[in-house]
């Protein structure tokens, strides 16, 4: 059976083409912002069996004051079915983010993830609960590196099996270059562990900022999962909208607004 965990995000670094131009990213006054998305996935697996996923995600971020601190709270819900056989997939998550103006931010995080299958005759619950820490540095108008690390604690079981309290460690490593600035091209690498296997994800995605006036993204991305010898090949399409922000470029949207990569646990695709 399969099981998708929702957690981080995937992928090799790649180089993106910077635009001959310099993009400029200037440091905005913190606002409130928020991103609301919606996202299809196809799962194509080593075992007999292929995903097809669908969901969404909200999150927002608020100053603390007028300083340089924010809160940031995400939730997401995603449904996946394969030959007759349903998952639910839910997570709720927050993060207390430093930013030092144009240069870059660093965060603590804390997450929940549920997944509960609808067949009863491989019924399926588990509770996956991570913390970490993460950091990005904008290194340049055109270029954001990112890394981050934590731990992470698994319950539950299924199918007979009881997989009891595992603890787990995970890592992740993120670049995005702005081709213009209002298209994304990102490549991330995780890797989520312990005793008993783990979860190394690949990908790349590329984003573009339809409008600034009416602020919607859409973006396609592939990742590469490998759990313990087992494969998978994930190909996703999905459209985001900005809110708050004003009518800015996708840079400035997402280095002054919601970070949705470094606030979320590594490997966060378990497929299978």
Aim: proline share 3%; glycine share 16%; aromatic share 10%.
């Amino acid at each position: 059976m399969t099981l998708r965990l929702k957690g981080a995000a995937c992928a090799v670094a790649i180089a993106a083409v910077a635009c001959g131009s310099a993009i400029a990213a200037p440091a905005a006054a913190p606002v409130p912002q928020a991103t609301v998305s919606a996202d299809y996935s196809y799962l194509d697996t080593n075992v007999s069996h292929n995903i097809n996923e669908f969901g969404g995600a909200i999150s927002a971020v608020a100053p603390i004051g007028d300083g340089d601190f924010s809160v940031q709270g995400d939730g997401a819900y995603h449904y996946l079915t394969t030959s007759g056989v349903s998952l639910n997939d839910y997570a709720v998550g927050g993060s207390l983010t430093w930013r030092d103006g144009g240069m870059g931010r660093v965060g603590a995080t804390v997450a929940y993830s549920g997944f509960q299958s609808n067949n009863s005759g491989a019924h399926v619950n588990l509770n996956f609960v991570s913390y970490g820490a993460y950091g990005e540095w904008f290194a340049s108008d055109a270029f954001t590196l990112g890394a981050k690390a934590g731990g992470a604690s698994v319950s539950g079981g299924g199918g007979g099996i009881g997989f009891g309290n595992a603890t787990l460690g995970y890592a992740g490593a993120e670049l995005v270059g702005y081709a213009t600035p209002d298209v994304a091209i990102s490549g991330t690498v995780d890797y989520l562990g312990g005793s008993g296997g783990n979860l190394t994800t690949a990908g790349a995605k590329v984003e573009w900022l339809v409008s600034r006036t009416t602020p919607i993204s859409v973006y396609v991305g592939y990742n590469y999962d490998d759990l313990s010898g087992v494969t998978a090949n994930i190909f996703t399409v999905g459209a985001k909208w900005y809110i708050g922000g004003g009518a800015t470029s996708l840079v400035d949207h997402q280095r002054n607004g919601v970070d949705d990569w470094g606030t979320l646990p590594s490997a966060r695709n378990v497929s299978f």
